[in-house]
């Protein structure tokens, strides 16, 4: 079974500039999460599909962080404009269901503000 | 909110020894789910081992099991004949509607 597909797996932009992160999740999975990982901290929901809606975007930051599900399967994530805090992991999960099934992650992409 | 606290930042243990990771957390749910996940230097975290609230039985995988103190809110994960594999960042994590990740522990297994 294939898992949890992100890329790119690195990016290094410099402010202002905008940034796109794509995810694909297990085959069949209604649930899909977006998670930024700041260096030595524990991953933090930015936001929670449901199929193509969203269940929980309350710690996404919306002047500058946007993010889609198309067609309930694959999302992007977008910055715009990135800022020199915005350097992370991103990390996005899927789960079969809702949020206490098990959540499978992807490798993440590293983001490198400049 | 809920929030979940792991006190250690940092462990190391000789290989085949035990290592147990504390992890308490703050709720005012009854039902609930904890979970704890291992993220190895190449960044892809991976689920080791998970928890219902409603189960007083504690959780166990292989050489993995937790200690489960409800009132007590406390939730700790004990590696038995710990393996140089088992180097990696552990979460703490729990989940009524959403997820919420501890600080995480480094843990260095030494050969």
């Known amino acids: 079974e294939a898992g949890v597909a992100q890329s790119p797996r690195y990016k290094i932009i410099e402010k202002r500039q905008s940034v796109a992160f794509w995810c694909n999740p297990i085959?069949?999975?209604?649930?899909l999460y977006w998670y930024q990982q700041i260096l030595g901290q524990g991953p933090k929901l930015l936001i929670q599909?449901?199929?193509?809606?969203?269940?929980?975007d309350s710690q996404l930051p919306k002047d500058r962080f946007s993010a889609e599900r198309l067609k309930g399967v694959d999302s992007t994530l977008k910055i715009q404009p990135a800022k020199l805090e915005d350097s992370a992991v991103y990390l996005c999960?899927?789960?079969?269901?809702?949020?206490?099934?098990?959540?499978?992650f992807g490798p993440g992409t590293r983001l490198t503000v400049l | 909110a809920q929030t979940v606290t792991q006190s250690q930042p940092e462990m190391s243990v000789q290989e085949a020894e035990t290592v147990t990771l504390s992890c308490t957390y703050d709720?005012?749910?009854?039902?609930?789910?904890l979970f704890w996940y291992k993220q190895p230097p190449s960044r892809q975290m991976i689920l080791v081992i998970r928890?219902?609230?409603?189960?007083?039985q504690n959780a166990t995988e292989n050489r993995f099991s937790v200690n489960f103190q409800k009132a007590a809110k406390s939730f700790s994960l004990k590696i038995s004949d710990s393996q140089l594999g088992d180097t990696a960042m552990y979460f703490c994590?729990?989940?009524?509607?959403?997820?919420?990740f501890g600080a995480g522990t480094t843990v260095t297994v030494r050969a």
């Open positions: 999960a899927s789960s079969l269901r809702g949020s206490t099934d098990t959540q499978y």
């Open positions: 085959s069949g999975h209604a649930t």
């Open positions: 599909f449901q199929n193509n809606g969203v269940v929980d």
């Open positions: 709720t005012s749910e009854n039902n609930y789910y």
């Open positions: 928890q219902e609230a409603y189960k007083q």
């Open positions: 994590a729990f989940e009524d509607y959403k997820l919420s």
